[in-house]
C-alpha cells in the first residue's frame, strides 16, 4: 500500500508563507512518479495547485498560484514540497499531495483522476 504523508500546513496571516512537505514512508519508486498538489476549499471542488513531472523537469500551476508558490522535489529524500509565499485568504483549503505512475519523464498530470495516489491532507488557514 502507497502511502503519503503531508506536513506543514497551519494557521498563518495574510502575506505569510509556509511550505508545504510530502513524503512517502511506504517506499514508492518516487523517481517513476509525477507529483501534485490539490486543494479543496469549504464546499469547493478539489482543484489542481501545482504538478511536477517525475523527473522534476517540467512543472504547472494553477493561474491563482502562479507566481506565488513553487512546486520542487528532492529524489534523494522521496519528498515534495509547495513553497506557499504571499498567501492569501482564499488560499484556505485542505491541501493534497498526489502521486501518478509516469512513463513519461516530462509530463505534468492536472486532474484528479489522473493521480492514483493520495495523502491525507493537511489545513492551512490564511487570516486576514
Known amino acids: 500500500q502507497v502511502q503519503l504523508v503531508e506536513s506543514g500546513g497551519g494557521l498563518v496571516q495574510a502575506g505569510g508563507s509556509l511550505r508545504l512537505s510530502c513524503a512517502s514512508p511506504?517506499?514508492?519508486?518516487?523517481?517513476?512518479?509525477?507529483m501534485g498538489w490539490f486543494r479543496q476549499g469549504p464546499e469547493k471542488d478539489r482543484d489542481i495547485v501545482a504538478s511536477?513531472?517525475?523527473?522534476?523537469?517540467?512543472?504547472i500551476y494553477a493561474d491563482s498560484v502562479k507566481g506565488r508558490f513553487t512546486i520542487s522535489r528532492d529524489s534523494a529524500k522521496n519528498t515534495v514540497y509547495l513553497q506557499m509565499n504571499s498567501l492569501k485568504p482564499e488560499d484556505t483549503a485542505v491541501y493534497y499531495c498526489?502521486?501518478?505512475?509516469?512513463?513519461?519523464?516530462?509530463?505534468?498530470?492536472?486532474?484528479?483522476?489522473?493521480?492514483?495516489?493520495w495523502g491525507q491532507g493537511t489545513q492551512v488557514t490564511v487570516s486576514s
Open positions: 498526489a502521486a501518478r505512475l509516469s512513463g513519461s519523464a516530462g509530463s505534468t498530470y492536472y486532474t484528479r483522476n489522473d493521480y492514483h495516489f
Open positions: 511506504s517506499g514508492l519508486a518516487f523517481s517513476m512518479y509525477a
Open positions: 511536477i513531472s517525475r523527473t522534476g523537469s517540467n512543472t
